[in-house]
C-alpha cells in the first residue's frame, strides 16, 4: 500500500484514486454512490444555490419581483447546502485523523 502525503493530494480526482487503491473499488457493495460523487454532488449544490440566491436578490433589488418569500427560501436552501457540506467535510476530517491514528 502507497501512502501518499496530503499535501500532494491536488483534486478529487486523486482522492478517488486513493480511495480505489486502498478499498479496491470506490463503490458501495450494494451498488451506491462512492463518497467522491457524493462530496462533488454537494459542491455542485452549494454552487447552484448560491447562483439561485444571488439572482433572486437581482430580481429583487432591481423591482422585477416584490416576493419576498422566492428570496428567503433560496436564503435557506444556499444555507442549507453550505451546512451539509461542512458536515461532509468534517467527517471526512475526522475519518481521516481516524485513520491517521491507526497504527501499523
Not at 56 to 82: F, P, Q, W, Y
Amino acid at each position: 500500500m502507497n501512502i501518499i502525503p496530503i499535501n500532494t493530494v491536488n483534486s478529487l480526482d486523486e482522492i478517488g484514486k486513493i480511495g480505489q487503491s486502498v478499498l479496491g473499488n470506490a463503490k458501495t457493495d450494494e451498488g451506491g454512490l462512492s463518497f467522491q460523487s457524493i462530496f462533488k454532488d454537494a459542491i455542485s449544490d452549494v454552487k447552484e444555490t448560491n447562483e439561485t440566491l444571488e439572482y433572486e436578490a437581482n430580481r429583487l433589488a432591481t423591482g422585477e419581483t416584490d416576493n419576498l418569500h422566492d428570496i428567503t427560501i433560496a436564503s435557506t436552501k444556499a444555507s442549507l447546502s453550505v451546512e451539509l457540506f461542512v458536515q461532509l467535510r468534517n467527517k471526512a476530517l475526522e475519518a481521516y485523523n481516524e485513520i491517521m491514528r491507526i497504527g501499523i
